[in-house]
């Protein structure tokens, strides 16, 4: 079998293929990727030698790699293993073989309870249902908030014609965007408003969230098992690596007492969408965490904001005027245990993008 596990000394053909296969660039890949790939495969915190990345190796090339990033996870206080495959290639010259094929089998076969990626798109989606995974829709379910709405339209209509003129356009009425935000933010009618909360902000320290994901995560029968040491590794590796924008915004917030009622983690994308990561605090708080939050990445300059929604909040995120989509990638998952495929189907899981492999991305 052509197949094996991925060893360091692979990274330099992985990096080029991951380049120019998957960023579709030119050259060679530059350090920052072999650091990205060595960090990420060789020094997470979760390493477990049973539950490998993978290589499919064919005379001495590697022509095919799938990254395998183990997690650990409680089911009702029992352990649960994942395995979130992502940066997923296959060489063009190997793509009429079976190298792709092989590498998903392979990582399937794996010892871990559970197989899942949050980002694939609707060919991987497609590929993997044909293989055995389930389309998790809870988790594949996305809210969008803008807070640019006339900036954000003009340049949804550039992205979609992919055009100089369009781009010029955009170019010419972006002043006139700019006043037509600020006065829809700043209208007390209208449902873009953006008004400063009183819940005082401080910046979410590691020992700070995982007091919150402890004391949140009530009423869930899966969730995410961190420790110190594997929750600030995640958090710096993110900041280090910018994977959705240019800085990752980190706050507690806590109501007149000093008790705490919410936090989010997101990036602030000056310009641009902000990818939320994680948003959670007090059921009956979530109106103030949510105003919070949209506030912090208005004024910081990003034009909308995007999300999975966790499906016991979704009438928080609709009275706050977001709107909903399966436009953000695909959660898929297999396991041979049936009742871990219920809790996730049926929303039960205090998952958010924070615990797989969104937030494990390179922005570069």
Request: net charge neutral; glycine share 8%; hydrophobic share 40%.
């Amino acid at each position: 079998m052509p197949v094996r596990p991925l060893a360091e000394n692979d990274i330099p053909q992985v990096a080029d293929l991951y380049w120019k296969v998957l960023r579709e660039r030119s050259g060679a890949a530059p350090l920052l990727v072999h650091s990205f790939l060595t960090e990420l495969y060789f020094h997470n915190p979760w390493m477990d030698s049973s539950i490998p990345s993978l290589v499919y190796e064919e005379k001495g090339r590697i022509a095919g790699f799938l990254g395998v990033i183990p997690r650990r996870m409680c089911f009702r206080g029992e352990t649960v293993r994942v395995a979130y495959g992502g940066n997923f290639v296959v060489h063009p010259d190997f793509r009429t073989t079976l190298a792709g094929l092989h590498l998903l089998r392979t990582y399937m076969a794996g010892p871990q309870d559970l197989s899942q990626t949050d980002s694939a798109n609707d060919t991987s989606r497609a590929l993997l249902e044909r293989l055995g995974f389930t389309t998790i829709v809870p988790y594949s379910t996305y809210w969008v908030r803008l807070l640019r709405p006339v900036r954000s339209g003009t340049l949804a209509i550039a992205h979609v014609a992919e055009s100089a003129l369009a781009s010029s356009l955009d170019f010419i009425i972006r002043p006139f965007s700019s006043m037509a935000d600020r006065f829809a933010a700043r209208l007390s009618a209208s449902p873009f408003r953006q008004v400063e909360s009183r819940l005082q902000a401080s910046e979410l320290d590691v020992d700070t969230l995982l007091c919150c994901l402890a004391q949140f995560r009530q009423g869930y029968s899966l969730w995410p098992d961190y420790n110190a040491d594997s929750l600030g590794w995640l958090l710096a590796f993110m900041q280090k690596m910018r994977g959705h924008g240019e800085d990752l915004g980190k706050m507690v917030l806590r109501d007149e007492a000093g008790k705490i009622v919410g936090w989010y983690i997101y990036y602030r994308t000056r310009g641009g969408f902000g990818g939320v990561a994680q948003v959670g605090g007090e059921k009956k708080r979530m109106k103030e965490v949510l105003d919070h939050l949209f506030y912090d990445a208005w004024s910081h300059g990003a034009i909308a904001l995007q999300g999975v929604v966790d499906r016991q909040l979704i009438p928080d995120f609709s009275e706050k005027n977001c709107f909903f989509t399966c436009r953000g990638g695909w959660t898929v998952a297999q396991s041979p245990k049936p009742h871990l495929l219920g809790v996730l189907n049926n929303g039960d899981a205090f998952l958010s993008r924070l615990d797989g492999e969104w937030c494990l991305a390179l922005g570069c």
